[in-house]
C-alpha cells in the first residue's frame, strides 16, 4: 500500500456500503501486520449524544430525531444553541478518534467523518447553507493530505430496500445526495466513485483494495 495513505474514509448516503467496507479492509490491513484504527465520527457524540439521552428519557422519539431534526416547535428555540453543542462534541471525538491515533501512527479506516457530519447536520439543523459555512471550510481542513476517500453511492431505491428497518424516505435519501455532490464540487474533493448497486460485496472489495494498492 501507498506510504502516504494514512486515512482511508468511505462517505456516502447510509445504505451504500460504507459500513462493510471498511470494515472489510480494516480487517484485511490488520492481517497484512499493519497498525490500524477502524473508527468513525459522524454527529450526535460526547455532550450531543449525553443530552439526546437525557431527552430519550424524557419520551422524545430519538429514533426519528436522529435523522430528521429537532420537532418544529422545539428546533426554533434551540438550533443555535444545538449548533455550538454539536461543533465542540465533533472536536472532542475527532481528537481521540481521529486526531491521536493518527498521531500515534496508525491507519485509520472510518466510515463517517468531515462530509458525513456536514451533510447529516445541514439536514439536522434544516440549514442546507451549512456546508458552506466557516465552520464546514474548517472541518474540510480536517482530512489530512495523505488520505484517501471513497465515496460510495446506489440507486435510491436499492438503498430503500437495502434499509428497511430505518426511517429513511426517498426525500432524505435524495437530499443526501445532493449535498454530497455539492461538497465534492465545492471544496474540489478528490475521492474514488464507486457505484454498489450491482456489484458483490467482494468485486467492490477487490476493488477498493486495487486502488489501495494491497490486491493480489
Same mark, same amino acid.
Not at 494514512?6 to 499493519?34: C, E, N, Q, V
Given at each position: *500500500?501507498?506510504? *502516504?495513505?494514512?486515512? @482511508?474514509?468511505?462517505?456516502? #448516503?447510509?445504505? $451504500? ?16 501486520? !499493519? ?7 459522524? &454527529?450526535? &457524540? ?34 443555535l444553541i444545538w449548533k455550538f453543542i454539536?461543533?465542540?462534541? !465533533?472536536?472532542?471525538?475527532? =481528537?481521540?478518534?481521529?486526531?491521536? #491515533? ?37 472541518? @474540510?481542513?480536517?482530512? #489530512?493530505k495523505n488520505s484517501l476517500l471513497f465515496?460510495?453511492?446506489?440507486? $435510491? ?5 437495502? /434499509?428497511?428497518?430505518? #426511517?429513511? $424516505? ?6 443526501? /445526495? ?22 458483490? =460485496?467482494?468485486?467492490? &472489495? ?11
Amino acid at each position: *500500500m501507498h506510504n *502516504m495513505y494514512r486515512l @482511508i474514509y468511505f462517505f456516502g #448516503p447510509d445504505g $451504500t456500503g460504507k459500513t462493510t467496507h471498511a470494515d472489510l479492509i480494516a480487517a484485511r490491513l490488520r492481517s497484512m501486520g !499493519f497498525k490500524v484504527l477502524r473508527t468513525g465520527v459522524k &454527529h450526535h &457524540h460526547t455532550i450531543a449524544y449525553l443530552i439526546l439521552k437525557l431527552m430519550e428519557r424524557a419520551g422524545y422519539d430519538i429514533r426519528m430525531i436522529n435523522y430528521y431534526g429537532f420537532y418544529k416547535e422545539l428546533a426554533n428555540k434551540i438550533n443555535l444553541i444545538w449548533k455550538f453543542i454539536e461543533i465542540i462534541s !465533533f472536536f472532542i471525538a475527532w =481528537i481521540y478518534r481521529i486526531y491521536l #491515533p493518527y498521531l500515534l501512527g496508525y491507519i485509520v479506516v472510518c466510515d463517517r467523518y468531515v462530509l458525513d457530519t456536514l451533510v447529516t447536520l445541514s439536514y439536522f439543523l434544516k440549514e442546507p447553507k451549512f456546508i458552506t459555512s466557516e465552520f464546514a471550510r474548517l472541518l @474540510i481542513k480536517l482530512i #489530512p493530505k495523505n488520505s484517501l476517500l471513497f465515496y460510495l453511492e446506489a440507486d $435510491t431505491q436499492s438503498i430503500m430496500l437495502r /434499509k428497511l428497518d430505518e #426511517p429513511l $424516505t426517498l426525500e432524505l435519501i435524495e437530499y443526501y /445526495k445532493r449535498m454530497y455532490a455539492l461538497l465534492i464540487k465545492i471544496y474540489g474533493i478528490k475521492a474514488n466513485n464507486i457505484n454498489t448497486e450491482s456489484e458483490t =460485496i467482494q468485486s467492490v &472489495h477487490e476493488k477498493i483494495a486495487g486502488l489501495l494498492g494491497i490486491s493480489g
